[in-house]
């Protein structure tokens, strides 16, 4: 599915009554398929525009739509991920990650049998019983990318889901996300603060102004795919990294 983003902007009140434009105007489409970053500095808007293309946030102006649909709700064909894995304590990995099942009455075989099938390429086959407080950081976002994809999700929104982690874990899970986006092809929007991670995993970059954020620049990566680690050595991945960040500095 097609993202389109036109003329969308956002204003919010401050206590005092004051009127704060948070984002836009922005405009720009994310073809079906493509994986595209965005970065931009902090408070800039991006996860306002996250919210409005997930339909849980309404534009002041303009508008988010899905091939040809208005988003004014949140969609079942679209799917968040956040920095925070935000798992129930108190199920295990599989029931966590069945939890989109279990609310749209898929009966437990059935559940139980798309979380096996899906556990190998996300690294948790051993940790189907384990419980979150028993995961690392990486494991947990793994769990939580597991309840986003469970959903066969055609867009995926992913807020800045690395984040938190460590840089080795990061590349780890990142390149295994890229695996599994490869065989689904989903429409993808990340937030992220690494340029590097951008470039690597993206079609596009997408840079940000700060708030209210605007695209200064709209970067295409042209490096082969599947992507490997090692691209980043190329001259390519150095201009095209370079090419992004001197966007972000303007
Ligand atoms: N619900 C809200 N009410 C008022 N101001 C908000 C709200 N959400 C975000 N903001 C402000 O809007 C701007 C953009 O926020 P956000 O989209 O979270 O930026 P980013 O994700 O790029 O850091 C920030 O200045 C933030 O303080
Ligand atoms: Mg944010």
Partial sequence: MRVCVRN?????QTPGGEDLPALGPVTFQIDSG???SLVGPSGCGKSTLIRLIAGLQKPSRGEALLDETVIT???PSVALMFQDANLMPWRTVRDNIALPLELAAVEKAQRYAQVEALLPALGLTDFALAYPGELSGGMAQRA???RVLIQKPEVLLLDEPFGALDALTREQISFDLLRMWTQQRQTVLMVTHDINEAVLLSDR???MTARPGQIAADVS???PRPRRLDHIYSDLFTHTAQAVREAIAL
């Fill in 144 to 146: 939580a990318l597991g």
């Fill in 221 to 223: 990566v042209a490096l």
């Fill in 34 to 36: 493509t994986f595209v």
């Fill in 205 to 207: 970059v997408l840079v």
């Fill in 73 to 75: 709700d949140p969609l």
């Fill in 8 to 12: 969308l902007s956002v204003h919010y």
